[in-house]
């Protein structure tokens, strides 16, 4: 949560094809993926050299530093949260896309678009810097312990097991959470090759987050998960009161068991409305979308 995952695209718009999906991503920047000389990174090197050739998530996390380090430099009051949101409200959809049709890009509940692989998009240094300069650091944030199942649930080989949470999201508590951040769903499991599991995490609003995906070379039927939290960023803004749905199940060709043992729900977000005091200059954009979603909640 205290990090911003960042990962790449090549100049096309389509996935690295050593590209990590994962729901916890907040954006992308460009890199490269092919041998072609051509599509590298242009940056300085050894010796007072320069070079074309630089790739890989080892470009696109200092693009990425150097587009936050333009927008602290336009507002030095941003919080490591503050940077979080101009992230999620600045990165576009652009024309990035899954080359394998895997992951496709969805809307949430409050109506920012979501991709598996590219987080909320790629980033926008001139849109994250006019932002920050009018920003106001967000309200302060609480930690919502919102359900734990502490029952034994096995998993069947050949459909899907679905767990539920109720919870009104520490209504009436002084760590009551309305609007969300991050979620964590926190685990303890074991199976008979993890590797084969997934698991989706589902909202009361109904985004359907892929918590974690199946590994190839996982091959483990011992450890499992113990107490691990698993992340998503895909719910971002949304309202967290209602039903959420964990769902487990092997994609496998092979009979494969396990059992969920313990999880619990972690919501992590603020009270108050996040974007209250910021102006709308465009209607069109993902601070506007938002707001109004929020707008509409509070006049319920």
């Given at each position: 949560?205290?990090?911003?995952?960042?990962?790449?695209?090549i100049n096309d718009g389509q996935n690295a094809h050593y590209d990590e999906s994962c729901s916890s991503t907040l954006a992308s920047t460009f890199s490269n993926g092919a041998k072609d000389p051509n599509t590298g990174v242009a940056t300085t090197d050894l010796y007072g050299k320069c070079t074309t050739t630089h790739s890989g998530t080892s470009a696109a996390a200092p693009e990425a530093a150097g587009v936050f380090a333009l927008a602290l430099e336009a507002n030095n009051n941003l919080t490591w949260r503050d940077m979080q949101h101009l992230t999620v409200l600045t990165s576009k959809r652009n024309s990035l896309f899954d080359v394998k049709g895997r992951f496709h890009w969805t809307m949430n509940g409050v109506g920012l678009e979501f991709n598996h692989l590219f987080g909320f998009g790629v980033l926008d240094a001139g849109a994250m810097v006019?932002?920050?300069k009018s920003w106001k650091t967000v309200p302060p944030r609480f930690h919502c312990e919102a359900g734990v199942m502490n029952e034994t649930w096995q998993i069947p080989s050949n459909k899907p097991l679905i767990m539920k949470i109720e919870t009104n999201a520490c209504l009436g508590l002084n760590t009551e959470v309305r609007y969300l951040e991050?979620?964590?769903?926190?685990?303890?499991?074991?199976?008979?090759?993890?590797?084969?599991?997934?698991?989706?995490?589902?909202?009361?609003?109904?985004?359907?987050?892929?918590?974690?995906?199946?590994?190839?070379?996982d091959d483990d039927s011992r450890d499992g998960f113990t107490k691990w939290p698993f992340m998503t960023t895909h719910t971002w803004g949304e309202y967290p009161q209602g039903t959420w749905l964990l769902e487990a199940k092997f994609n496998s060709t092979t009979l494969q068991t396990g059992f969920i043992k313990e999880w619990s729900l972690?919501?992590?977000?603020?009270?108050?409305?996040?974007?209250?005091?910021?102006?709308v200059l465009?209607?069109?954009?993902?601070?506007?979308?938002?707001?109004?979603?929020?707008?509409?909640?509070?006049?319920?």
């Amino acid at each position: 949560m205290w990090t911003i995952s960042i990962n790449s695209a090549i100049n096309d718009g389509q996935n690295a094809h050593y590209d990590e999906s994962c729901s916890s991503t907040l954006a992308s920047t460009f890199s490269n993926g092919a041998k072609d000389p051509n599509t590298g990174v242009a940056t300085t090197d050894l010796y007072g050299k320069c070079t074309t050739t630089h790739s890989g998530t080892s470009a696109a996390a200092p693009e990425a530093a150097g587009v936050f380090a333009l927008a602290l430099e336009a507002n030095n009051n941003l919080t490591w949260r503050d940077m979080q949101h101009l992230t999620v409200l600045t990165s576009k959809r652009n024309s990035l896309f899954d080359v394998k049709g895997r992951f496709h890009w969805t809307m949430n509940g409050v109506g920012l678009e979501f991709n598996h692989l590219f987080g909320f998009g790629v980033l926008d240094a001139g849109a994250m810097v006019a932002l920050a300069k009018s920003w106001k650091t967000v309200p302060p944030r609480f930690h919502c312990e919102a359900g734990v199942m502490n029952e034994t649930w096995q998993i069947p080989s050949n459909k899907p097991l679905i767990m539920k949470i109720e919870t009104n999201a520490c209504l009436g508590l002084n760590t009551e959470v309305r609007y969300l951040e991050h979620v964590q769903a926190v685990i303890t499991l074991n199976a008979s090759r993890r590797g084969d599991l997934e698991l989706f995490l589902t909202s009361p609003m109904g985004t359907r987050s892929m918590i974690l995906s199946t590994r190839q070379n996982d091959d483990d039927s011992r450890d499992g998960f113990t107490k691990w939290p698993f992340m998503t960023t895909h719910t971002w803004g949304e309202y967290p009161q209602g039903t959420w749905l964990l769902e487990a199940k092997f994609n496998s060709t092979t009979l494969q068991t396990g059992f969920i043992k313990e999880w619990s729900l972690m919501l992590h977000g603020t009270k108050e409305p996040p974007y209250t005091e910021l102006s709308v200059l465009d209607p069109h954009s993902k601070l506007a979308i938002v707001k109004k979603a929020h707008e509409s909640k509070v006049n319920m």
